[in-house]
């Protein structure tokens, strides 16, 4: 008998390119949000008979922290965790490998500091599929600004703790930036066609306001620069011979794109 999913995602948009989410559990019932900026637009999202267990920040930002206040008063028996004491309301502090049980499963968090020193990825197994929320470290074509840390940081966040993530993980980050990252990503490996195919897609996407998640972990090893810095292509347009230092170039780069 094959095992099947019970979790649904559903991205709720916020401000102008922010992306919440609230995750169901149609087996309990239950439903965990990520990142809460707009409170009123997760309440709106919810579904009837289903009950909001837990809130989840991947990061102390006001764009992705800013509502938590606000979804304690709306939701008193809210459960709300982060790994930065700058993230409002916590109900608890986590940090890397800590489990966070929801409904039939359980949230794995990932300590990816470097955007911020406190960031934490939530992963979450359900049956054969996999998710994770990856804030503002992992951007689909893209990752983060090194606010608060450097390109060993980063390259160690992407490239070895989701990295190791299954390659069929689903990936729901914090941004709609997809098309200016695959932009990017086009001028420093303009072979990769596979990353040219998925830029025309995501172009068409935005043209209608569509969106782009989620991607894959899999995905992401194929067409982000970031998750691709020992690839000799990426080495010669960065002028860098290692890994860190490609990460660094990179991220120099694109802040300047």
């Known amino acids: 008998m094959s095992v099947r999913s019970v979790m649904r995602v559903k991205p709720v948009r916020a401000l102008q390119d922010n992306y919440m989410y609230l995750l169901f559990d149609d087996q309990s019932r239950q439903v965990a949000a990520i990142d809460a900026v707009e ?13 909001l267990k837990c ?24 459960a709300i965790y982060g790994g930065d004491d700058r993230c409002p309301n916590l109900s608890k502090k986590v940090g890397h490998g800590d489990q966070i049980n929801f409904g039939s499963s359980s949230f794995s968090c990932l300590f990816t500091p470097c955007h911020t020193t406190g960031h934490i990825c939530y992963f979450l197994k359900d049956g054969p599929q996999s998710y994770v929320f990856t804030g503002d470290t992992l951007f689909i074509g893209g990752c983060g600004r090194f606010f608060e840390g450097d390109a060993s940081q980063m390259h160690h966040a992407l490239n070895t703790v989701l990295a ?9 980050c914090g941004h709609e ?6 932009k990017f990503g086009a001028s420093v490996e303009p072979s990769n066609e596979r990353l040219l195919q998925k830029l025309k897609w995501a172009q068409e996407r935005r043209a209608t306001d569509g969106e782009t998640i ?9 067409t982000n620069p970031f998750m691709r810095v020992h690839l000799p292509q990426l080495r010669h347009s960065t002028n860098t011979t290692d890994d860190v230092s490609c990460m660094k170039a990179l991220r120099d780069m694109k802040d300047k794109f």
């Open 164 to 172: 190791s993530l299954p390659d069929d993980t689903k990936v729901y």
């Open 55 to 78: 809130l989840l920040t991947t990061h102390h930002h006001w764009d992705h922290a800013g509502g938590n206040e606000k979804m304690a008063k709306m939701f008193p028996d809210l």
């Open 177 to 182: 930036y997809t098309a200016n990252n695959l």
């Open 214 to 222: 989620p991607s894959t972990i899999g995905e992401e090893k194929l």
């Open 39 to 51: 409170p009123e637009k997760l309440r709106a999202g919810l579904e009837p008979g289903y009950q």
